[in-house]
Nanobody
Framework: QVQLLESGGGLVQAGESLRLTCTAS????????MAWYRQAPGKQREVVAS???????YYADSVKGRFTISRDYAKNTLYLQMNMLKSEDTAVYYC?????????????WGPGTQVTVSS
């Protein structure tokens, strides 16, 4: 199974920006769905954003207008640009990839990267 690794997390103040990167150890088919999830302590995992072939994207209402998901097919890399960060965005962020139309657990997960936003 493809191995994923997230990077770019850290500690920032509210209103600042971060860009998360997800790199894959092997080639991911361009038809696969790629997505970012996050989980805060005591809360369930939630999808943040996803992207499919052709560039169609989905965003959770809580991040829409502030976050942007993008994919570099040549580099087999996924990005999440996070602007105007809020304390509510504090969580561990995970990268996921899976075949089109399949649930997230069918695919691969990265170990996560911590994002902490102070106010």
């Amino acid at each position: 199974q493809v191995q994923l690794l997230e990077s770019g997390g850290g500690l920032v103040q509210a209103g600042e920006s971060l860009r998360l990167t997800c790199t894959a150890s092997g080639r991911i088919f361009s038809t696969n769905t790629m997505a970012w999830y996050r989980q805060a302590p005591g809360k369930q995992r939630e999808v943040v954003a996803s992207i499919i072939l052709g560039g169609k994207t989905y965003y959770a209402d809580s991040v829409k207008g502030r976050f942007t998901i993008s994919r570099d097919y040549a580099k087999n890399t996924l990005y999440l640009q996070m602007n105007m960060l809020k304390s509510e965005d504090t969580a561990v962020y995970y990268c996921n990839q899976r075949p089109r139309g399949e649930p997230a657990d069918v695919g691969s997960w990265g170990p996560g990267t911590q994002v902490t936003v102070s106010s």
